[in-house]
């Protein structure tokens, strides 16, 4: 279909650097220009049609580099597909993911690759890349990385618990040789083997329930990881991306690295952030809800993620969304450990970073812009494709607008669960139009598009741009 020339008038364009009034040109896929209200509306011509988004802010679309979708994992398989996971995220103003292909024992790599790519091509309706998780290490393996690197999936994943764990050996080879090809890799960073000696003493003593879950994941468990992970990194002199940051203990062991001249970038979430662990002690089995891993931690570790957004030393927030219905979290109702671990977020990171950061003083709008789309269109190697309101970039825009106050229910949410996280959660903006690629893909909070999600090829990370 041709798409129409589009005139967006009347908002203010937020960037990394800024926030200015001003009109945006939409022409076919791509922003033509950006400017005053005179210049922009002879540029677009008469035949241009005019999009209404005064008292609104224009964010470029949000980038949610870390989600799990159709993911087999704790014997059941991850509620949101390609289909409902990328609904929820364009309808809360992600225009991009990044999801974690996996590389299974036994498989090879591009193997994986063609696995995420037959789950989600055609399905999405945002535009999508991958990561890929390496979970077996051989030289056929080590060769194939550049054919990863070519195909334009050019981050990776290694996990440092979980049976996808490789060892302190295997990252050193693996960081080698990325370091070698100009990949980049985030790393799960938990201690297995404290983990695992603390769930077997806990269930010794007959400990099965909910309120184990964080007890057996302490933070000390997240920062040594951290630590190892960080000194492996410094002898390959590479930089690497911690993803899922939960706890002070973690962060302050990132910031040491970087006192030694180290590049490491840092990820966290909304629920990190917003969240804390006494949730795992509520009745019954509610509490499973709230299992992900690491876990929930203390309010004191809350205001230190936010205290790293609003110093930059955390340049990213995404999801981790990785959702099971309350059936699925039942399945650990005799044992903990067997409780599925993740938690959706794709549909409310937007307005949940805006409302508790930008709102309550806690970040800017340059902070908010910089951490949910330029920093991770930069680190991922989309910008200036992606992360952007600028000439030539791809027309992805949130329009946002401030002092809408709602209240966040399961009712009213895309994802394919029987619950919300954030339930009654009260909020101070709503997101009312979503423009992917060009075309209205949401409409007063509906998505009107689906399925027009294109698989973005991604180049090199860009180092020292963050």
């Known amino acids: 279909d041709i798409i129409m020339k589009k005139l967006l008038k009347g908002g203010t364009v937020v960037s990394g650097g800024g926030t200015v009034l001003a009109d945006v040109v939409l022409d076919g896929e791509k922003i033509t220009a950006v400017g005053l209200p005179e210049e922009m509306a002879q540029l677009a011509g008469a035949d241009a049609e005019v999009v209404d988004v005064s008292g609104c802010l224009l964010f470029p679309g949000f980038i949610d580099a870390h989600t799990h979708f159709d993911l087999h994992v704790a014997g059941t398989v991850t509620a949101d597909d390609f289909y409902t996971g990328t609904r929820a995220a364009v309808k809360g103003g992600t225009t991009t993911i990044v999801d974690f ?25 945002c535009d999508y890349g991958f990561h890929m998780s390496i979970t077996e290490w051989n030289p056929a393996v080590s060769r194939e990385v550049q054919d990863m690197m070519d195909e334009g999936i050019t981050s990776f994943k290694l996990y440092m618990t979980y049976d996808t764990q490789v060892d302190d050996q295997t990252i050193f080879s693996i960081l080698r040789r990325l370091k070698e090809v100009g990949g980049i890799t985030g790393v799960h960073c938990e201690n297995s083997g404290m983990i ?75 629920q990190y952030l917003l969240m804390e662990d006494s949730l795992y002690d509520l009745p019954g089995m509610e509490g499973a809800t709230y299992v992900c891993a690491p876990p ?40 903990f450990t067997k409780i599925p671990g993740g938690m959706p977020g794709v549909e409310t990171r937007g307005i949940l970073l805006y409302t508790y950061g930008v709102d309550q003083g806690r970040i800017s709008l340059e902070q908010m812009c910089r951490v949910l789309s330029e920093n991770p269109a930069r680190l991922y190697g989309m910008y200036p494709q992606k992360g952007v309101i600028a000439p030539g970039s791809d027309g992805d825009i949130v329009v ?24 009654g959660t009260k909020v ?9 690629r060009g075309q209205l893909a949401v409409s007063e909070g509906q998505v009107v598009l689906e399925k027009a999600g294109k698989f973005i090829k991604r180049g090199k990370y860009q180092f020292g741009t963050l």
């Open 101 to 125: 292909g996996t590389q299974y024992p036994g498989e090879t790599l591009a193997q994986g690759l063609a696995n995420w790519h037959e789950k989600a091509d055609g399905k999405c309706s």
């Open 196 to 270: 695992a000696a603390l769930q077997e003493e806990a269930k010794a003593a007959g400990h099965m329930g909910v309120s184990s879950h964080p007890a057996t994941r302490p933070a000390a468990a997240e920062a040594e990881a951290i630590g190892r992970l960080l000194r492996l990194a410094e002898v390959v002199d590479i930089p690497v991306v911690v993803v899922h940051l939960t706890c002070r203990e973690g962060y302050d062991v990132i910031l040491e690295a970087r006192r030694r001249g180290q590049k490491v970038y840092a990820e966290t979430c909304p």
């Open 296 to 335: 929930l931690r203390k309010k004191a570790d809350c205001e230190c993620l936010w205290e790293g957004l609003a110093s930059g030393q955390i340049q990213t927030v995404s999801t981790d969304h990785c959702s099971f219905t309350t059936e699925q979290k039942d399945l650990g109702k005799d044992d």
């Open 400 to 423: 946002l607008r401030p002092g809408a106050e709602d209240v966040i229910t399961a009712e009213n949410q895309l994802s394919n669960i029987d619950y919300a996280p954030f339930e």
């Open 428 to 436: 101070t903006a709503r997101i009312e139009k979503v423009f992917l």
